[in-house]
Every structure is written in structure tokens, then in C-alpha cells.
């Protein structure tokens, strides 16, 4: 079985900035694309920010500039730097990876979701 754990969300005022973790485990071989989604009280999920199945990455037009994706492989890890946050920031931040490949049965798990991180922006 494979989880993804996030952490570092929390209360922050406008201007300010948080780092985001999301840590991959279970008996992993390989992630193929992972990012972070959000969702806003009464708004669909969208994309922040993800590195796709060749390694480029991925910016909603609303972070670009503010947030930073990076990640650590040999930690299956990947982080979310948002700089200058606004209150329409304010939403739940989900980890996703578009398919987890383990060592053992079985073998594969597409579409893997943390269970989220709330960031709430104050004005």
C-alpha cells in the first residue's frame, strides 16, 4: 500500500509565505508525475503546480512567480514554496501522483491523493 502525507499548511497573513511537504511511502520503485491541487470552499479542484511524467513542470497561472514546486527523489518528496500569498490562496492543498510504482503486489496505483493541508491566507 502506498499514502501521501502533507504537511506544513496552516495560518499565514497576506504577503507572507508557507512551504508545503508531501512524503510518498510504501514499497516505491517510482512516481510518474506529482504536484499539489487545491480547493477552494465551494470551488472545483485545480492544479498548483506539478511535475509531469518527463520532469518539466507545471504552473497554474495564478502562482507563477509566487510558488516553486521542487522535489527530493531519493525521498520520494515533493515540496510547494508559495511566496507573496493572498487570500484567495486560501484553500485545501492536495498532493497527487499519477501513478506510484512499487516493488511489490500490485505493482502499480494510479492516481494517488494525500488527504490534504489547509493554508489559509489572512488579509
Known amino acids: 500500500q502506498v499514502q501521501l502525507v502533507e504537511s506544513g499548511g496552516g495560518l499565514v497573513q497576506s504577503g507572507g509565505s508557507l512551504r508545503l511537504s508531501c512524503a510518498a511511502s510504501?514499497?516505491?520503485?517510482?512516481?510518474?508525475?506529482m504536484g499539489w491541487y487545491r480547493q477552494a470552499s465551494g470551488k472545483q479542484r485545480e492544479l498548483v503546480a506539478a511535475f509531469t511524467r518527463s520532469g518539466s513542470t507545471n504552473y497554474a497561472d495564478s502562482v507563477k512567480g509566487r510558488f516553486t514546486i521542487s522535489g527530493d527523489s531519493a525521498k520520494n518528496t515533493v515540496y510547494l514554496q508559495m511566496n507573496s500569498l493572498k487570500p484567495e490562496d486560501t484553500a485545501v492543498y492536495y498532493c497527487h501522483a499519477d501513478e506510484i510504482i512499487t516493488m511489490t503486489m500490485p505493482f502499480k496505483y494510479p492516481e494517488v491523493w494525500g488527504q490534504g493541508t489547509l493554508v489559509t491566507v489572512s488579509s
Open positions: 510504501g514499497s516505491i520503485f517510482r512516481i510518474n508525475g
